[in-house]
């Protein structure tokens, strides 16, 4: 079984206890709401394990809290969390973009009236 048949198999096992309106009938669960929920959530994108399986618990338990019923793939990805990203400073690319860098404390410096920066130099021991 995949990682994605056994979250949904999941999710919708917490839901059935549920009790709520349009919930389809348990007979069908396995065999036409799992693939059917399967296409449609993956026509378009993609999923990881490691990235998605906990923000699949997380939509599920959203989904508990807040539904009259039955919900729809809509009303899960709706519910999915964002995918965190940290974004990575951007690197120096040598010398011209520290003359950039340089030239534009050097501006900042003379609006705001301050002494301007002095660059760096290398010291021959």
């Not at 206890?17 to 378009?44: C, F, H, K, S, Y």
């Amino acid at each position: 079984m995949n990682w994605l048949k056994r979250e949904l198999l999941t999710g919708f096992q917490i839901l059935m206890t549920l009790g709520l309106d349009r919930q389809p009938a348990a007979e069908v669960i396995v065999d036409g709401t799992v693939p059917t929920w399967i296409n449609t959530l993956t026509t378009g994108r993609q999923f990881e394990e490691d990235r998605d399986a906990p923000r699949f618990r997380a939509a599920f338990v959203t989904l508990a809290g807040t539904c009259r019923a039955w919900p729809v793939p809509r009303d899960f990805l709706e519910a999915l969390p964002r995918i965190e990203t940290v974004q990575q400073p951007k690197a120096i690319d040598g010398p011209h973009s520290r003359e950039v860098g340089m030239r534009t404390l050097a501006e900042l410096a003379d609006k705001l009236k301050i002494d301007p920066v002095k660059p760096h130099t290398e010291v021959d021991a």
